[in-house]
């Protein structure tokens, strides 16, 4: 057992007595009085997000933030977060078909899986490694993506920003629930459900799961055969109680068991000219379990409200796959990946009735503390097999790793309100962190000698971050910021010798914006403009030395600046329209050398030109109970390269996703189709000399699917 996941016991045992001592958790926000219902209006019910850790109302919170409900969720059967992030300017997601392996992008900024630039947050805990964070949408509230550097109270790694998921709360008042199946193309089916309701009056329950699975998009050829098939099983579970009127508790417990077929990679040349076909003379497979819990308890006082979060994460992934991509018995791959990280906050925020005075000015305030421990396993052995360039077997173990991380982080902000319409924020964290490492590779037989890391390093930041906004009208806001982000050095579990550690990452970004209403809260715009300099850019680029590895290096330094733009409209009862636009520039600034090469000037990897989402929805009351609606939406995605030489890339290409059906009293019945017109693309793909003729290998977009959907409410 790591040393790390010895600490983590007794973190948690700690925490254990921390929170029994202390009273839990209180209502989450209080909405505000609601004026009498407005068919025309958008803005109802008010949209709570948690972007500076405290619930607040989306449009008084000076941050770029995109909220996607529970609502949106359903209506679009949206079932993970990169689904959800075509709603959000500048955010792109470059996955893999493997749950595992999805980065998300915000204007510009990304890296690699374990030090990731923008972190996910589900019910307040971080994944802090990018394997785990690709999880099943269940029983889930909301989820938002908030744009911008975040570690003035979010820490180390978001430098880019952070993804908020927050699960449902359940009912104390009476017993609801939802099943919902729908059948598609590929033979997909997603049947999920969820029921909640009271224990007593003070507490309440909530049960959700589900699977999924479909066959796959891509043929191998010499087999006629799919190779990319997905299957899934998952499920949560919560309890929640209140023993008093101020404060309440929740656990939450989830897990999920992915049974997926392999990778859909090819050349490059051959998916432009063949998608979906491969032809492999090995098949192998992805898998993944990840198990968590997670325990909240608040208590608002007179004065202030205190809170704790308290999470275990516990996740597996073993894949196999033909490394050669090509019908030739040459390499294989087989990699096994494990690790268990543990997280306690705890935190002071003064309530919404008793703000502390700093001079006869109100001023709201928040303070915190943060721990968290992580240890991570690897092992990753490349099988080269007898061929005319290797007369015998050879297995190389790159890497056998044992990485294990701690870190402390303690963090206040405080906001001045002057005149009732200007506010002065200001806020800083402090984060230290130690990390070790083993990392040894080596062959069988030993044709070469092993090579063997065991290293230790630490490393403190201090983020600062201060915000300004006025209210010009109370339904109309302008603001500006500026802040710090930051991401700690570490270890590469593989990499070139020499190149085991990296260091660490800063950026420093400003950004201005205005979030108003108009024509009696008919019409929602928000507008950003923001500009990032940051420097030491961690970026994940590939081993040379072996294939298909990554790692993570310091290239130089790089520059962001964009705008973001979101309207969203009622033209008539039922009749909704919305649109969300992004532009960005991201480039490695003079003197930034990647692998070698000068890419000084370059476009950053992944970065598309501008992100377009707009789309129009409607309702319309056909008889007593019976309703007809219809929605639809067109995704825009400009040009990106594929690599920081900008040797490869995709051109702009455009999604439409189309949706329909009938609601009569709790059933809904929709007809459904995305990627409506078939466009080809191939959204990721990466350097693979040698090996692929084009040089590069890539995995190609969802090509048109289509069904049909039930679902029940009651």
Same mark, same amino acid.
């Given at each position: 057992?790591? *040393?790390?996941?010895?600490?983590?016991?007794?973190?948690?045992?700690?925490?254990? $007595?921390?929170?029994?001592?202390?009273?839990?958790?209180?209502?989450?926000?209080?909405?505000?009085?609601?004026?009498?219902?407005?068919?025309?209006?958008?803005?109802?019910?008010? =949209?709570?997000?948690?972007?500076?850790?405290?619930?607040?109302?989306?449009?008084?919170?000076?941050?770029?933030?995109?909220?996607? /409900?529970?609502?949106?969720?359903?209506?679009?059967?949206?079932?993970?977060?990169?689904?959800?992030? *075509?709603?959000?300017?500048?955010?792109?997601?470059?996955?893999?078909?493997?749950?595992?392996?999805?980065?998300?992008?915000?204007?510009?900024?990304?890296?690699? #899986?374990?030090?990731?630039?923008?972190?996910?947050?589900?019910?307040?805990? #971080?994944?802090?490694?990018?394997?785990?964070?690709?999880?099943?949408?269940?029983?889930?509230?909301?989820?938002?993506?908030?744009?911008?550097?975040?570690?003035?109270?979010?820490?180390?790694?978001?430098?880019?920003?952070?993804?908020?998921?927050?699960?449902?709360?359940?009912?104390?008042?009476?017993?609801?629930?939802?099943?919902?199946?729908?059948?598609?193309?590929?033979?997909?089916?997603?049947? $999920?459900? !969820?029921? &909640?309701?009271?224990?007593?009056?003070?507490?309440?329950?909530?049960?959700?799961?589900?699977?999924?699975?479909?066959?796959?998009?891509?043929?191998?050829?010499?087999?006629?055969?799919?190779?990319?098939?997905?299957?899934?099983?998952?499920?949560?579970?919560?309890?929640? %109680?209140?023993?008093? /009127?101020?404060?309440?508790?929740?656990?939450?417990?989830?897990?999920?068991?992915?049974?997926?077929? +392999?990778?859909?990679?090819?050349?490059?040349?051959?998916?432009?000219?063949?998608?979906?076909?491969?032809?492999?003379?090995?098949?192998?497979?992805?898998?993944?379990?990840?198990? /968590?819990?997670?325990?909240?308890?608040?208590?608002?006082?007179?004065?202030?409200?205190?809170?704790?979060?308290?999470?275990?994460?516990? %996740?597996?992934?073993?894949?196999? !796959?033909?490394?050669?991509?090509?019908?030739?018995?040459?390499?294989?791959?087989?990699?096994? @990946?494990?690790?268990?990280?543990?997280?306690? @906050?705890?935190?002071?925020?003064?309530?919404?009735?008793?703000?502390?005075?700093?001079?006869?000015?109100?001023?709201? %305030?928040?303070?915190?503390?943060?721990?968290?421990?992580?240890?991570?396993?690897?092992?990753?052995?490349?099988?080269?097999?007898?061929?005319?360039?290797?007369?015998?077997?050879?297995?190389?173990?790159?890497?056998?790793?044992?990485?294990?991380?701690?870190?402390?982080?303690?963090?206040?902000?405080?906001?001045?309100?002057?005149?009732?319409?200007?506010?002065?924020?200001?806020?800083?964290?402090?984060?230290?962190?130690?990390?070790?490492?083993?990392?040894?590779?080596?062959?069988?037989?030993?044709?070469? #000698?092993?090579?063997?890391?065991? +290293?230790?390093?630490?490393?403190?930041?201090?983020?600062?971050?201060?915000?300004?906004?006025?209210?010009?009208?109370?339904?109309?806001?302008?603001?500006?910021?500026?802040?710090?982000?930051?991401?700690?050095?570490?270890?590469?579990?593989?990499?070139?010798?020499?190149?085991?550690?990296?260091?660490?990452?800063?950026?420093?970004?400003?950004?201005?914006?205005?979030?108003?209403?108009?024509?009696?809260?008919?019409?929602?715009?928000?507008?950003?403009?923001?500009? *990032?300099?940051?420097?030491?850019?961690?970026?994940?680029?590939?081993?040379?030395?072996?294939?298909?590895?990554?790692?993570?290096?310091?290239?130089?330094?790089?520059?962001?600046?964009?705008?973001?733009?979101?309207?969203?409209? $009622?033209?008539?009862?039922?009749?909704?329209?919305?649109?969300?636009?992004?532009?960005?520039?991201?480039?490695?600034?003079?003197?930034?050398?990647? /692998?070698?090469?000068?890419?000084?000037?370059?476009?950053?990897?992944?970065?598309?030109?501008?992100? !377009?989402?707009?789309?129009?929805?409607?309702?319309?009351?056909?008889?007593?109970?019976?309703? =007809?609606?219809?929605?639809?939406?067109?995704?825009?995605?400009?040009?990106?390269?594929?690599?920081?030489?900008?040797?490869?890339?995709?051109?702009?290409?455009?999604?439409?996703?189309?949706?329909?059906?009938?609601? %009569?009293? $709790?059933?809904?019945?929709?007809?459904?189709?995305?990627?409506?017109?078939?466009?080809?693309?191939?959204?990721?793909?990466?350097?693979?000399?040698?090996?692929?003729? &084009?040089?590069?290998?890539?995995?190609?977009?969802?090509?048109?699917?289509?069904?049909?959907?039930?679902?029940?409410?009651?």
């Amino acid at each position: 057992m790591h *040393i790390r996941r010895k600490h983590a016991i007794a973190a948690l045992a700690f925490s254990a $007595r921390l929170v029994v001592a202390q009273a839990g958790m209180a209502s989450a926000q209080s909405p505000d009085p609601q004026p009498p219902p407005d068919p025309l209006r958008i803005t109802e019910p008010t =949209v709570y997000v948690r972007a500076q850790k405290e619930p607040e109302n989306i449009q008084r919170t000076p941050v770029s933030v995109t909220a996607v /409900s529970k609502e949106m969720l359903q209506a679009e059967n949206i079932t993970t977060i990169s689904g959800a992030g *075509i709603f959000a300017p500048n955010t792109f997601f470059s996955e893999f078909s493997a749950r595992k392996l999805s980065f998300p992008h915000f204007r510009g900024i990304s890296s690699g #899986p374990g030090n990731p630039a923008i972190t996910t947050y589900v019910d307040g805990v #971080p994944m802090i490694h990018t394997n785990a964070s690709s999880m099943e949408l269940v029983d889930v509230e909301q989820v938002e993506f908030v744009r911008g550097a975040q570690s003035a109270l979010f820490g180390r790694n978001a430098l880019g920003g952070v993804i908020n998921v927050v699960t449902s709360r359940p009912s104390l008042t009476n017993w609801t629930g939802s099943f919902a199946v729908p059948f598609g193309s590929y033979s997909a089916v997603d049947a $999920r459900g !969820t029921v &909640s309701g009271p224990l007593s009056g003070r507490s309440a329950i909530s049960l959700s799961g589900g699977r999924s699975g479909r066959d796959g998009f891509t043929i191998n050829d010499l087999r006629n055969q799919d190779v990319d098939s997905r299957s899934n099983t998952f499920g949560k579970a919560q309890l929640f %109680w209140a023993p008093a /009127s101020n404060w309440e508790t929740r656990v939450i417990v989830s897990g999920e068991r992915a049974r997926d077929g +392999d990778y859909a990679l090819a050349d490059l040349g051959a998916l432009e000219s063949n998608p979906f076909h491969v032809q492999r003379d090995f098949e192998g497979r992805t898998d993944r379990d990840i198990v /968590s819990g997670t325990f909240l308890a608040r208590r608002e006082g007179a004065r202030m409200t205190l809170s704790s979060t308290t999470g275990i994460v516990d %996740w597996g992934a073993k894949d196999e !796959t033909d490394l050669d991509y090509s019908p030739f018995p040459l390499l294989t791959r087989a990699n096994a @990946e494990n690790a268990t990280q543990f997280t306690q @906050e705890v935190r002071l925020a003064s309530t919404a009735t008793a703000p502390v005075h700093v001079g006869g000015t109100p001023m709201r %305030w928040q303070a915190g503390f943060f721990l968290f421990t992580q240890g991570y396993d690897q092992d990753a052995v490349n099988s080269y097999l007898p061929s005319p360039l290797v007369p015998f077997a050879v297995q190389e173990h790159s890497p056998t790793a044992e990485l294990d991380d701690f870190g402390l982080g303690f963090y206040g902000q405080g906001t001045l309100t002057m005149r009732e319409r200007l506010e002065l924020g200001v806020g800083a964290r402090v984060d230290y962190e130690n990390k070790e490492a083993r990392i040894d590779t080596s062959f069988d037989p030993p044709i070469a #000698p092993p090579h063997s890391v065991v +290293d230790e390093r630490s490393f403190a930041n201090v983020s600062p971050q201060v915000s300004v906004s006025y209210r010009v009208q109370p339904e109309r806001a302008v603001y500006a910021s500026a802040g710090t982000g930051y991401k700690s050095g570490g270890f590469n579990p593989a990499s070139p010798v020499g190149t085991e550690s990296y260091d660490e990452e800063h950026a420093w970004q400003v950004e201005g914006g205005m979030k108003t209403t108009w024509v009696n809260d008919r019409v929602l715009f928000n507008a950003a403009v923001f500009y *990032i300099d940051w420097d030491h850019l961690q970026l994940n680029v590939p081993n040379p030395q072996v294939p298909a590895q990554f790692y993570i290096a310091n290239v130089g330094a790089a520059r962001s600046a964009g705008a973001e733009f979101e309207l969203s409209g $009622r033209a008539a009862p039922g009749f909704d329209l919305f649109a969300s636009v992004g532009f960005s520039s991201a480039t490695f600034k003079e003197g930034s050398t990647s /692998s070698g090469v000068d890419v000084s000037g370059n476009a950053l990897p992944s970065t598309p030109d501008y992100t !377009t989402t707009f789309g129009a929805r409607y309702q319309r009351p056909v008889s007593s109970g019976l309703s =007809v609606h219809g929605r639809g939406e067109v995704v825009l995605v400009g040009a990106y390269d594929y690599d920081d030489a900008n040797t490869a890339g995709q051109d702009a290409y455009s999604l439409t996703n189309l949706r329909g059906g009938v609601q %009569w009293n $709790r059933l809904t019945i929709d007809g459904w189709i995305r990627n409506a017109f078939d466009t080809r693309y191939v959204p990721i793909a990466f350097a693979y000399p040698g090996l692929a003729p &084009s040089g590069f290998v890539g995995e190609p977009g969802a090509p048109r699917t289509y069904g049909v959907s039930v679902f029940v409410q009651f």
